[in-house]
C-alpha cells in the first residue's frame, strides 16, 4: 500500500475526521447501482467535489486494487481512507461507507421480495440496466484519461504503448478468457520494462 501521506494532492488542509465521515456516510446513502456507479459516486465526490486526491493518484489507487482479491470498492475504500486520515481514516471511511448501504439494502431487500414478480417490477429493472451500463462507460473514461494524458505528454511512442495495453487487455480478457490476474501482472510487466528502458536510455532514474 502507498505510504500515509501527511499532506493531500491539493493545498487544502487535511480533512478531519468528522469530516471524512460524514463525506462517507454520504457516498454510503447514494451507493446505488452497483460497484460501477459507486465507483463513480466516489470518484466525483471525493476527487472533483473534496479534491482530496489527484486524478492520476485515483487511477493508480483504482489499478492498484485490482490485484487485491474480494471486493476491490472496499479495498479502494481502504486506500482513500489512508490517504485521508492514516488509520482513523481508514475506520470512518469503511463504517460510513458500509452502515447507510447495508441498512439500506437489507431495507430494499424485505420490499422487494413483495414485488419481485410482478411485471411493472420486470420493466423497471429491464431501464437499470443500461443505465448502468452508461454509468460504466463514463466512469471508465475518468479513469483511463488521466493516465493516457500522461502518456500524451511523454511522447508518441508511450501513448501508442497505453493504447496496445487497453486493447491487448480487452481481447485476452474477451477472445482468450485469460485470467484477470495475469492480464494484470503481464501489464506491469511490460509497463516496468518500459519504464526501465525509457529512464536507462535517458540516464535517468526511473
Do not use: C, Y
Not at 452502515?99 to 421480495?113: E, G, K
Amino acid at each position: 500500500m502507498p505510504p500515509s501521506d501527511s499532506h493531500l494532492s491539493n493545498e487544502h488542509a487535511k480533512p478531519s475526521s468528522g469530516e471524512i465521515l460524514r463525506v462517507w456516510l454520504l457516498l454510503g446513502a447514494q451507493s446505488f447501482g452497483g460497484g460501477t456507479a459507486t465507483l463513480s459516486l466516489i470518484r466525483r465526490e471525493i476527487v472533483e467535489e473534496r479534491q482530496w486526491i489527484s486524478p492520476e493518484e485515483f487511477a493508480r489507487f483504482w489499478s492498484l486494487v485490482q490485484l487485491a482479491p474480494g471486493i476491490n470498492l472496499l479495498a479502494l475504500t481502504i486506500l482513500l481512507g489512508r490517504k485521508s486520515g492514516g488509520a482513523l481514516g481508514i475506520a470512518l471511511a469503511l463504517f460510513g461507507l458500509l452502515l447507510p448501504s447495508v441498512t439500506i439494502t437489507l431495507i430494499l431487500t424485505m420490499a422487494f421480495a413483495r414485488v419481485e414478480h410482478d411485471r411493472w417490477m420486470r420493466e423497471a429493472l429491464s431501464g437499470i440496466v443500461p443505465a448502468v451500463v452508461g454509468l460504466g462507460l463514463v466512469t471508465v473514461w475518468q479513469i483511463a484519461r488521466p493516465p493516457l494524458d500522461q502518456s500524451r505528454r511523454e511522447g508518441k511512442d508511450s501513448f501508442f504503448l497505453a493504447i496496445l495495453l487497453i486493447v491487448g487487455s480487452v481481447v485476452a480478457a474477451w477472445e482468450r478468457r485469460v485470467p484477470v490476474v495475469f492480464i494484470l501482472l503481464g501489464a506491469a510487466a511490460v509497463g516496468a520494462a518500459w519504464s526501465w528502458r525509457r529512464h536507462g536510455r535517458r540516464g535517468e532514474q526511473p
